[in-house]
Structures are given as C-alpha cells and as structure tokens.
C-alpha cells in the first residue's frame, strides 16, 4: 500500500467534511468514512504511520479526527 496514496486519500475526505458547520459532527464523520470504506489493512498501515511520522503531510482536519477517533479505527 502507497502511504502517500492513502494520505491523499484523507485530506481529501477531510476537505470534505470540513465543509461542515458543526465541527465534531465533521471530525466524526472523517473517523466514520474510514472505518466503514478502508480495509483493516488500510487502517493499520494509517495508525502506523500516524504514531512513526506524528501525521506529518495530513491536514489539520484529518490529524484531529484520527486522534480524537483513534479507538473506533483500531
């Protein structure tokens, strides 16, 4: 899996739901897509990365939710 693929894949999902007005309903929705749309796979290579490069190269956005998300995509 191409990690810079993947990180692409994010900030734009979260450019998405950044667009919403309520912002926990938006970090949220972020943690939710990922959870239901990647695979296992996808996710743990994500929180690998996540704790490795401290989510160098996500959005704010992004970070946040995966943070704040981090039990629901383990």
Known sequence: ?????????LNRIGQFFAAMPD?????EGIAMHVKRSWDPRM???????????DGKG???VVLQAL?????LLA
């Open 23 to 27: 912002r926990a309903e938006a970090l």
């Open 58 to 60: 996500l959005d704010p």
């Open 1 to 9: 899996m191409n990690t810079e693929h993947l990180i692409s894949m």
């Open 43 to 53: 996710r743990r290579e994500l929180l690998s990365y996540l704790d490795e490069n």
């Open 67 to 71: 943070r704040q998300h981090r039990q």
